[in-house]
Structure formats: structure tokens, C-alpha cells
């Protein structure tokens, strides 16, 4: 439900208000526009019942939210979320680019590799360093090595971390190495890692599932606002279809869907959806012309020795050249780069 105050409505109107939904067990989130002040109330409706909003001092009208994600849709907020990171601003005007490895491998390689992507232009770093990987004999990922790799590496060249968290027990130790907490396709719907990473204080990416539909993502999201973090980034990364082609299908259309139903910034991962270094370019620019924040694009030195996912990563060069293109597609689109 969203109470929308009256232009008049006093602090001790709010306070009342907030402490009375609270009493029965539902959580409010005050949020304070220019004109107006208002309260969203999330929690098992049927609790509303015993409180009789719309009498209370103050409020001027009590709406029900329609979609059954509450927090991360636009009924809840009209304007864009905008997360800073590190001074990194993301779903602003300027779209960003999240650029490295898909796995930390070595230190040296690491640095190498973002001192790279800084250059071409990213200005955040992703390298995983807990990997999800489809057999238990592939390659893991570092674990908390690849941690102390990825914060050298952010003293190195100032860029912000982003890396993967499979597991809540690793969190707090997450927390002191990633500037943004990436939710793999993976466990979308782990719905404990999503509540846990919902009481961080640091930025999630949540990556859309294999299988998932717009409204399951959408709801995944939704645990991680209503834990308490609103710093929550949507990246569509393809999804499984028919089509053997590519490794997974992008779903483009997903960028304008998402950015109607929710305030959320949406990054797009050609990476990962089509899984070739050679589509990876144009679908990256597809995805600036739909309309995405950013992008997160695997880059590997050395693509061949790479650990972990080489058949889709670009070359440094490859990035630079891509990102000019870019820049002229943004533009187009009336975003920056
Ligand atoms: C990744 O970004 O490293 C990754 C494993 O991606 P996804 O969860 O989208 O498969
Ligand atoms: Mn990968």
C-alpha cells in the first residue's frame, strides 16, 4: 500500500503513522519527495485490515500496489534509482561498463587486465572469485585469494569491485573486498542469499535466472529491498530458449520491460547470453539502443588459457574499440558514456 500524505501532514503525523504499522507487524519506508511525503507499507496485507489508514492525520489517500513486487516497482517510486558507487553513478545518464575476467586468476593477470579496461574506459571491475560452476570438477574460482587479488587491484587502478557471492557465510568477509555484491543467474532464487545480502550495507547486482519469467526476477528483487538494501542493480544475462545457436538467448526486450515495472537500473551481460566473443559486440550495442544503464562484458588477456569461460571473452583491444562505438550509440540515445 502507498499513503500519500497531505502537503500539510506534520512529523508527529508521520511518527504516528509509522509506529502504528509497525505495531502490526508491517514494515513502512517514508520517503520524502519535494511536494509530498509518502509511505510505503509492505508486509501479509491482511494485517492492514486492523489499521484504518486513511482516517489517520494527515493522509490524504491510501492506494493499494497492483503488481505483486511492491518496493521495486514504479507505482512505489516514479523516478530511477541512482546508486553511487564509489563515485561511479549508476542509472544515471551515463551508462557504465563493468569489465574483467570472469574469474580472478592470478594477481598479476588481474592487474594487467584492469589496468587494461580502465584505459578502454570501464570504470568498474567484476572478476569472480567464487565461480558457479555447472561441474563440480571445473575450476572453482580463488575463493578469498581472488578476494585479496581483486582489492590490490581496486588500490591499483581505483576501480570499484564488483564479484560474485555464492554463500551468506561468506558475506562479511565480501563486504571488506567488493564495492557491489553480484547474485549469479544462478541462485536468483536463493531466497536466503537474497535476504542476507538485503541487510548489507553494500550494493547488489542480481543477475536474471536461467529459467526465470520478468515477474520471478522481479520478485527475487524484491526480497533484497524488503531485507533493507535499496541499492539494487537488475542485469539481464539471457535466458534459456530452444536456440542451441548462442549459449543462451538475450532477452532484450526485458531492458524496456524492466525499466517500465521498476525504478531499478537494468545492466545487460552479452557475455553470458550469447557466449561467443564475436556476438558479443553487437549485442552489447543493441543493448545501449534499448536502453540499458551499462553493460558487463568479460575481457580475458589471453583468451584461450582462460580458466573459465574464454570462448566469450573480448580482448582488451577489442573492448577499447567496442567502447568508442558505443559512445556514438549512447549518444544517439541521448545518454553519455
Ligand atoms: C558471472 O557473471 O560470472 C556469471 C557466472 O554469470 P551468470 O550468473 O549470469 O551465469
Ligand atoms: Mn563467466
Redesign the pocket.
Known amino acids: 500500500m502507498i499513503i500519500v500524505l497531505k502537503p500539510s501532514a506534520t512529523e508527529e503525523d508521520i511518527a504516528h503513522i509509522v509506529d502504528r504499522v509497525t505495531g502490526v507487524g508491517l514494515s513502512p519506508f517514508v520517503k520524502r519527495g519535494t511536494e509530498r511525503t509518502i509511505i510505503g507499507v509492505v508486509g501479509d496485507e491482511r494485517l492492514l485490515a486492523s489499521v484504518p489508514v486513511s482516517a489517520f492525520s494527515g493522509v490524504e489517500t491510501a492506494l493499494p500496489i497492483l503488481s505483486p513486487y511492491k518496493l521495486v516497482s514504479r507505482e512505489f517510486k516514479q523516478e530511477d534509482t541512482v546508486i553511487d558507487v564509489e563515485g561511479v553513478v549508476i542509472g544515471g545518464n551515463r551508462l557504465v561498463v563493468m569489465a574483467g575476467p570472469?574469474?580472478v586468476e592470478t594477481s598479476d593477470s588481474l592487474l594487467s587486465v584492469a589496468e587494461h579496461v580502465k584505459a578502454a574506459g570501464a570504470r568498474i571491475l567484476?572478476g569472480?572469485a567464487f565461480?558457479?560452476r555447472t561441474s563440480p570438477y571445473a575450476f572453482q574460482g580463488l575463493g578469498m585469494e581472488g578476494l585479496e587479488y581483486l582489492s590490490r587491484a581496486k588500490e591499483k587502478t581505483g576501480l570499484p569491485i564488483i564479484t560474485?557471492v555464492m554463500d551468506p557465510r561468506d558475506i562479511p568477509t565480501m563486504v571488506k573486498h567488493a564495492d557491489i555484491l553480484?547474485?549469479?543467474?544462478?541462485?536468483?532464487q536463493n531466497f536466503r542469499l537474497l535476504s542476507e545480502v538485503g541487510t548489507c550495507s553494500k550494493p547488489v547486482m542480481l543477475?536474471?535466472g536461467?529459467s526465470a519469467t520478468i515477474k520471478e526476477f522481479l520478485l527475487s528483487a524484491e526480497y533484497i529491498l524488503a531485507a533493507g538494501n535499496h541499492r539494487v542493480i537488475l542485469?539481464e544475462?539471457?535466458i534459456r530458449t530452444f536456440e542451441t545457436a548462442t549459449r543462451?538467448t538475450l532477452d532484450l526486450s526485458a531492458v524496456p520491460v524492466l525499466k517500465s515495472l521498476s525504478h531499478l537500473p537494468v545492466i545487460v551481460?552479452p557475455?553470458?547470453?550469447v557466449g561467443k566473443t564475436a556476438l558479443v559486440a553487437p549485442m552489447a550495442k543493441a543493448a545501449v539502443a534499448a536502453g540499458a544503464d551499462g553493460l558487463?562484458i568479460?575481457v580475458h588477456e589471453n583468451p584461450e588459457e582462460a580458466l573459465?569461460?574464454g570462448e566469450q571473452a573480448l580482448l582488451p583491444k577489442a573492448l577499447t574499440a567496442l567502447m568508442s562505438e558505443l559512445r556514438q550509440i549512447a549518444h544517439a540515445v541521448g545518454r553519455d558514456l
Do not use: T
Open positions: 570472469c574469474s567484476r569472480g565461480k558457479p560474485e553480484q547474485i549469479g543467474a544462478r541462485n536468483m543477475k536474471r536461467l542485469c544475462r539471457g543462451n551481460d557475455s553470458h547470453a558487463m568479460e573459465c569461460d
